[in-house]
């Protein structure tokens, strides 16, 4: 697993985060003043790189937290098959499938011989954008 540790009071709007073993995207950071028995509390929520899904962590500000080490590559499609498409690896050309975008206005515009920008998290990768 591609990680580093950071903590949580450094992370900023932006940054990627580890949270429930998925890479995620930090949306917004509150963080509470010390209290009179402690640090400073942080509250983070993030969205998931795969599932889009919406994620909060609650700590202090000094706690450990993943971050992971994305490796962002370009590939041309191949092929589109159902709700996977095949690419390759425009540096490696080593091919290999990916699911086929939720967002739709990237998915719409895959066809083969298009550039895109891949992203790999975690040993998983997914299609971020169209070149």
Not at 36 to 51: C, D, E, Q, R, Y
Not at 53 to 58: D, F, I, L
Not at 70 to 88: H, N, S, Y
Request: proline share 4%; with cysteine.
């Amino acid at each position: 697993m591609a990680v580093e540790y950071g903590e949580l009071g450094d992370l900023r709007e932006g940054s990627y985060v580890v949270i429930d073993g998925e890479p995620c995207r930090v949306v917004d950071v509150s963080k509470a003043k010390t209290g009179k028995h402690g640090s400073a509390k942080v509250h983070l929520v993030a969205i998931g790189l795969f599932t889009g899904s919406r994620k909060t962590v609650t700590g202090p500000s000094d706690q450990r937290i993943e971050i992971p080490i994305i490796d962002k590559r370009v590939a041309q499609v191949i092929t589109i098959l159902g709700d996977r498409v095949q690419l390759m690896d425009l540096e490696s050309y080593e091919t290999f499938e990916v699911d086929l975008p939720k967002n739709e206005s990237i998915a719409s515009k895959l066809a083969p011989g298009t550039e895109v920008e891949y992203w790999t998290a975690l040993g998983r990768r997914f299609i971020y954008r169209i070149r």
